[in-house]
C-alpha cells in the first residue's frame, strides 16, 4: 500500500520573500495600508504600535520587536550592538549592516586626547568623549550605496562619523572640536550639518582613504554664514520665559530648508525668601520659523509657505517634506514630535502624556489629535521617531 502523502501546510502571507513583499508594499498607496499588509505578512515575534497619520488608530507589526531600536533612517529602523550597527526594514525585513561604534578609525591614527596644564579639555574633541558610557547616535542618515554618515556623541555634543554600508570601521577627524550638530542631510551630492549656537550651514567635504578605500572626512567648511537666533529670559508677571531652539535640515522641492523650532519655556521666578529654591524649566507654547538655503549669497532666506500640498514631518532623528494631496491630508503644515531624551533633557512638560503636533503655516496655530494618538514621554526603549516606508 502506497504511503499517504504528507499534507502540506496551508501556504499564507507569511510565505512571501521579503523581496516580493517589498515590492508589493511599494504599490500601496497609504501607509495604513502597508502597516496591514506588514501585519499580515510576518510571524508573530514580538510587538510594537505606531500611527499613520491621519489615521488615529495605533497599528502594530505583529512580525518585528520594536525594543532595543535608537533611531530611525528613513524606512529603517537602527539597532546600535556590539557586534554592529544594524538597519532593519520592518516592513519587510531587510538588513543593512553598519559598523558597531566601537569600531572607529581615527585621523589622524595616533590621536590622543590632549589637555592644558590646568588639566582642562579644551578644545573638547572625538577623544575626549569616545569612551563615554552615553555615547549614542543622535543621526544617522544613507547618503549613497557607499555612504553613511551619524552625527554621534554624548549628550548635547558630538562629531560626524562616515563610514560605507558593510565596512568594518567609521571614520573621524580626530581632533576636529565637537559641537552641539542639530541636524545633516544629504543634498545634491553633498553633506551639509547644522549646529545649534551659530546657526552655520556647514558642508562636510568627503575623500576616499587611498589605503582602504573607504570614505573619510577630509574638511568641513562654511556654506552660509547664520543670523542665529539667541534668546535672553524675559520676565513675565511673577515668571521667568526663554525660548529654547532645535534647527531641522529638510530638502523640499529641489531647495534646502533649515527650520528654527522655538520652545517657549517659563519658570518661577526666584522667592524672595527661599531664593535657592528649586525652580523647574517647563516648556510651553511651539513656534517655527522656515528658511531656504540661498548658495549664490550664502545666507538664509525666510519663506511664509510651504506650499499648499507640501507638508513637513520633524523629528531628532529623522525628518522628511512629503506631497500630501494623495493621502487626503492638508498641506503647509508641520507635524513634529517633541524629542526629549532623558541625556538632553532641557526642561520639563507639564503632562507625563504627549503626542505628535502640527503646526499650520498659514495661522502660525499648533493643535495636537491628543487624546486619539498619544503615548508616554521618555520611553528609552522605543523613543518616539518617524518612519517613512516609501524608501
Known amino acids: 500500500m502506497a504511503d499517504e502523502p504528507t499534507p502540506r501546510r496551508p501556504r499564507s502571507w507569511s510565505d512571501i520573500p521579503a523581496d516580493i513583499a517589498g515590492l508589493v508594499l511599494r504599490l500601496l498607496p497609504a501607509h495604513a495600508d502597508r502597516a496591514r499588509f506588514a501585519a499580515v505578512g510576518a510571524p508573530p515575534r514580538g510587538s510594537g504600535p505606531f ?12 512580525g518585528f520587536g520594536f525594543a532595543g531600536y535608537k533611531a530611525t533612517c528613513g524606512s529603517r529602523l537602527v ?11 520592518p516592513f519587510t ?4 549592516t553598519l559598523p558597531a561604534l566601537s569600531s572607529v578609525r581615527l585621523r589622524p591614527p595616533n590621536a590622543v586626547a590632549k589637555y592644558d596644564q590646568q588639566g582642562t579639555a579644551y578644545p573638547v574633541t572625538w577623544m575626549h568623549i569616545h569612551n563615554s558610557e552615553h555615547l549614542h547616535i543622535s543621526k544617522l542618515i544613507l547618503c549613497s550605496p557607499n555612504l553613511a554618515a551619524a552625527i554621534v556623541g554624548d549628550g548635547h555634543i558630538g562629531q560626524i562619523l562616515v563610514c560605507k554600508l558593510g565596512g568594518l570601521s567609521w571614520s573621524v577627524r580626530a581632533y576636529d572640536m565637537v559641537k552641539n550638530f542639530q541636524d545633516m ?16 550651514l556647514l558642508v562636510v567635504n568627503i575623500s576616499q582613504d587611498q589605503s582602504t578605500g ?3 572626512v577630509s574638511k568641513i567648511g562654511q556654506a552660509i554664514k547664520g543670523e542665529p537666533f539667541h534668546s535672553v529670559w524675559h520676565e513675565f508677571g511673577t515668571m521667568d520665559i526663554l525660548a529654547n531652539k532645535k534647527l531641522y535640515l529638510v530638502e523640499s522641492h529641489g531647495s534646502l530648508l533649515m527650520i528654527r523650532r522655538k520652545i517657549w519655556c517659563w519658570s518661577k521666578q526666584a522667592s524672595d525668601t527661599d531664593p535657592e529654591a528649586s525652580r523647574p524649566i517647563v516648556a510651553g507654547p511651539n513656534e517655527f520659523e522656515v528658511f531656504k538655503a540661498d548658495f549664490e549669497q550664502s545666507r538664509w532666506v525666510k519663506m511664509t509657505t510651504l506650499g499648499d500640498e507640501q507638508v513637513l514631518f520633524l523629528g531628532r532623528r529623522c525628518s522628511r517634506a512629503m506631497s500630501v494631496s494623495q493621502y487626503g491630508m492638508s498641506g503647509d503644515q508641520i507635524f513634529f514630535l517633541d524629542d526629549e531624551e532623558e541625556n538632553l533633557k532641557q ?15 498659514r495661522d502660525g496655530q499648533v493643535d495636537s489629535p491628543l487624546p486619539k494618538a498619544s503615548w508616554k514621554r521618555c520611553d528609552e526603549m522605543r523613543p518616539v521617531a518617524w518612519l517613512f516606508p516609501q524608501d
Open 185 to 200: 542631510a544629504f543634498y545634491q551630492g553633498k553633506l551639509y550639518a547644522i549646529a545649534n549656537y551659530d546657526e552655520d
Open 79 to 89: 539597532f546600535p550592538r556590539d557586534d554592529g550597527c544594524f538597519l532593519v526594514n
Open 214 to 216: 573607504d570614505p573619510q
Open 347 to 361: 526642561y520639563y512638560y507639564s503632562t507625563e502624556i504627549t503626542s505628535f503636533c502640527v503646526c499650520d503655516m
Open 51 to 62: 500611527y499613520s497619520p491621519p489615521y488615529d488608530e495605533p497599528f502594530r507589526f505583529p
Open 93 to 96: 525585513g531587510a538588513t543593512v
